[in-house]
T-cell receptor
């Protein structure tokens, strides 16, 4: 079955700098890659997703890139702000399956 | 209120007791999921359901039982709780399979003594 590896597990960046979180997946049939953000005491919430027919997607300060050949995808947050401090999860799924598999998460700290 | 709710939000129980965690959604989403979140393991799928009366195992189903008699409810039962089941449990729902956004509940923090 699918296996998703996520790195780093913890990331600290200065406010205003960029943050990058990387994930790899094992199943070449995976074609849907969402990213979820979990704030303290809350459930995860989708922030951006990408499908395999696209190499990059941007939404304001957030972007996701996908390299299907290498089976990895990344989340990029630019001009980080205090409210970006949270746990971020990547995930992978395919249209032949009913579920997605999550990575283990990255705790992002934005330093003042 | 519209959305997805979980109850209780916090639960302390003892080893060997039966515990049921409730999940209710008001969107009439066909798919519902149960995850557990543990430090170092991220979100792991316990069980999921594609529709009423249809359930399937996820990555870590042992020790758990689910049912789905109504579309809006998806209870998770620990038939004989163990300390290893101490965790934060999240319920989620979505309108379709893997290509669709999952909406998560606020979580239930369960402690098994």
């Amino acid at each position: 079955g699918e296996n998703v590896e996520q790195h780093p597990s913890t990331l600290s960046v200065q406010e205003g700098d960029s943050a990058v979180i990387k994930c790899t997946y094992s199943d070449s049939a995976s074609n849907y890659f969402p990213w979820y953000k979990q704030e303290l005491g809350k459930g995860p919430q989708l922030i951006i997703d990408i499908r395999s027919n696209v190499g990059e997607k941007k939404d304001q300060r957030i972007a996701v890139t996908l390299n299907k050949t290498a089976k990895h995808f990344s989340l990029h947050i630019t001009e980080t702000q205090p409210e970006d401090s949270a746990v971020y999860f990547c995930a992978a799924g395919s249209n032949r399956d009913d579920k997605i598999i999550f990575g283990k998460g990255t705790r992002l700290h934005i330093l003042p | 209120d519209a959305g997805i709710t979980q109850s209780p939000r916090y639960k302390i129980t003892e080893t060997g007791r039966q515990v049921t965690l409730m999940c209710h959604q008001t969107w009439s989403h066909s798919y519902m999921f149960w995850y557990r979140q543990d430090l170092g393991h991220g979100l792991r799928l316990i069980y999921y359901s594609a529709a009423a009366d249809i359930t399937d195992k996820g990555e870590v189903p042992d020790g758990y039982v689910v049912s789905r008699s109504k579309t809006e409810n998806f209870p998770l039962t620990l038939e004989s709780a163990t300390r290893s089941q101490t965790s934060v449990y999240f319920c989620a729902s979505t309108s379709g399979p893997s290509y669709n956004e999952q909406f998560f509940g606020p979580g239930t923090r369960l402690t098994v003594l």
